[in-house]
């Protein structure tokens, strides 16, 4: 009985080393098959928007609202996210049209933020400017609007002409703070460079200055003489009568005309008021405060534009300024842009603009402060 148990059990253990075998390669047959399927599933093409937009939630939500606009994502897509990392909320830069599915789950935890580039061109509105960022980025244009006018100090020039690298899908009323704090923090920083201080309200004093100066400056260079011209006659209280102030809000690109001066009775008709409007024309630029607050010495009181070079004639006399219009007329506009002679006076501002305002410093900071009331 033993010898024959013996055998009996050599044979059961004979007949079982196959199944062993088998097992092993089905184990391996099924592993190199799901390899297949996988690397097959993770090449498939797959076409998407540049800019993607990803809700908050869990991996699961994400997954689902994916696949609901047309992405085709299931539990597979779900382990991999998951292996990969965190999904980034919001608008994001995928940067491609056409990508395999698996560079789509890659982009999806490693793509940033996307940006949209909006210049607020120097000399621009508020009006203009909140039309701009509504159409490029989709928003609510009202929105906007009124929450401009909940939190701005000023009807106009709260945000300095400049590029802004905005993401989408930032709520409007978080864009205007942005917006206004990012400006109220470049002020700050300019005016204790040269006054050591800041006063919003009499800063602003001179945000009203430098915009009728971006507003009729025909170059960067010219700003310092304009703002002579400026202060000249705020000194003497002759009214500015200056076009440029006149396109103001809605009428930034309108030509101003008799019957427009005749009919305007705002603050910014600088033909029927004396002083500067209560309110800054337009955004400005840091060149056009320096300009305001370093104007170079002269007694000019009045200018025209060449119709030669482009830029402005400057005259102390009123005889000497009507005999510039005259000298325009029969003359082709070239807008060159070139001063044949440069004179002292240009000499000086083209020195006020390339020094540093750090080094720079005004002859009276206090009564420059005084004038503001």
Known sequence: MPDNNTEANKIIVN????????????????????CIVVLFYITIPLTSTKVLFIPKGSTSNIISYLDKSGFELNIVDKVVLRSLGFIQSGWINIDKNHLTKMDFLYKLTTSKAALKNVTLIPGETSYIFLKQLANKLDLSEDKLVKTYKKYAYKADGNIIADTYSLPYGMKEEHLVLYLLTQTNKKYESFSKKIFGLYDKKKWYYYISLASV???????????????????????????????????????????????????????????????LPKNPVSAVSLDAIKAAIFPVKSKYLYFVKDNKTGLHKFSKSYKEHINNIKANRGVKKSYTKIKAVESKIDKEAKSIMKTDVSKQKPTSIKSLWNNVK
């Open 213 to 275: 100066i971006q507003k009729e400056a025909a170059s960067k260079d010219e700003m310092p003489i304009v703002s002579s011209v400026v202060h000249n006659r705020l000194r003497r209280g002759m009214k500015l009568q200056m076009d440029g102030t006149l396109n103001y809000g809605k009428y930034s690109h309108i030509k101003v005309t008799a019957k427009r001066i005749k009919e305007d009775n705002s603050s910014y008709n600088t033909y029927k008021n004396r002083g």
């Open 15 to 34: 007949k079982r080393k196959p199944n062993k075998s088998l097992v092993i390669f089905n184990i391996i047959e099924f592993i190199l098959i799901t």
